[in-house]
C-alpha cells in the first residue's frame, strides 16, 4: 500500500494578461496513511480536481509536491500503480466492456481472469460482451470502477464519480465501491460536493477553502462501519457540523479547529 504527503506552496494558472494569474492552491499541506479512505470537500473552483492531477503526476507544474511513499521509499507517480477515476467514465465506445477493463492489465493478470472476475464484483458478468453505448449511465459507471480497480492500484483517485447518477444508482455504486476498498485496502482520496457521501464513505474529510484551495478543517470520521445514507449517526454529525461552521461547505470555516 502507499501513504500520501501533500505539500503545495501553490499552484498557478498563469494568464496572457498582465496580473491575471490564477491561484488555485496555495499552502496546502495534508498527508493520508496508507489504506485510508479519504474524502476531499469543497466549493466549485477550490481546486480539487486540479490537487488530484498533481497527487497522479499528470501534473506537474507546482510550487510543492505531492510525494507517494511506499513503505520508506518516495516514488515517482510513474512509478507506481495508480487508479483514476472521473467524473465521465470516460469507456472505449469501440471496445467492449470486458476489452475496456482488459486495456489497462498486463497480460499476466488478462489471462488470470482478474478483469471477469472484477466485472463479476461489479455485478456486470452477464454484459460483458457488450459496448458501453448499451448500457445505462450506472452501469457505465460500475465498468469504470471495475477498471480503477483492474491496475491493481495502491492509490486510487476518484473525482465526483457518482455525480449526477440517481440517489439508488449512487448509493449501490458507493457500497460496491466500499466492498472492493474493505477487500483491497487501498489508500483512496475521493472528491465530493456531497457531504452526506463524504461521511457515509470517509475515514477522514478534508475540507478546502474558496480558491485558493487549501485545508480549513480536518475532520476525523469516528462513526463505526458499515454505515447507510440515512444513518442516525450519519445525520448526527452532519447537523452538528452544519451548525457550527454554517459556512463550511463555502469552505469559509477559517476558525475550525484542526486548521492547517
Not at 501553490?10 to 495534508?30: C, E, M, N, Q, W
Not at 499476466?108 to 460482451?129: C, F, H, S, Y
Not at 447518477?165 to 460536493?193: C, G, I
Amino acid at each position: 500500500m502507499t501513504a500520501l504527503a501533500v505539500d503545495i506552496d501553490s499552484k498557478i494558472y498563469p494568464s496572457r494578461t498582465p496580473g491575471a494569474d490564477h491561484v488555485a492552491l496555495k499552502d496546502l499541506h495534508f498527508a493520508v496513511a496508507e489504506g485510508q479512505f479519504a474524502c476531499i470537500l469543497g466549493p466549485s473552483g477550490s481546486g480539487k480536481t486540479t490537487l488530484l492531477n498533481i497527487v497522479s503526476g499528470l501534473d506537474r507544474k507546482v510550487d510543492g509536491a505531492a510525494r507517494l511513499i511506499n513503505g520508506s521509499a518516495t516514488v515517482d507517480p510513474s512509478d507506481i500503480s495508480i487508479g483514476y477515476m472521473f467524473q465521465t467514465p470516460r469507456l472505449l465506445p469501440w471496445l467492449s466492456v470486458l476489452e475496456n477493463v482488459r486495456v489497462v492489465m498486463d497480460g499476466k493478470d488478462a489471462d488470470l481472469g482478474e478483469a471477469e472476475r472484477l466485472l463479476g464484483e461489479m455485478q456486470l458478468g452477464d454484459v460483458m460482451d457488450a459496448y458501453p453505448n448499451r448500457l445505462s449511465g450506472g452501469m457505465q459507471r460500475r465498468v469504470a470502477l471495475a477498471r480503477a480497480f483492474a491496475v491493481r492500484p495502491k492509490l486510487l483517485l476518484m473525482d465526483e464519480p457518482f455525480v449526477s447518477l440517481e440517489a439508488p444508482t449512487a448509493e449501490r455504486l458507493r457500497q460496491l465501491l466500499l466492498d472492493s476498498w474493505k477487500s483491497r485496502r487501498t489508500t483512496v482520496l475521493f472528491v465530493t460536493h456531497d457531504l452526506s457521501e463524504a461521511l457515509q464513505l470517509a475515514d477522514r474529510i478534508l475540507f478546502l477553502s474558496a480558491s485558493p484551495g487549501r485545508v480549513v478543517l480536518d475532520l476525523p470520521v469516528a462513526i463505526d462501519r458499515p454505515r447507510k445514507p440515512g444513518d442516525a449517526a450519519i445525520e448526527s454529525l452532519r447537523k452538528k457540523l452544519l451548525g457550527e461552521y454554517p459556512q463550511l461547505l463555502a469552505g469559509l470555516a477559517a476558525d475550525a479547529p484542526g486548521q492547517a
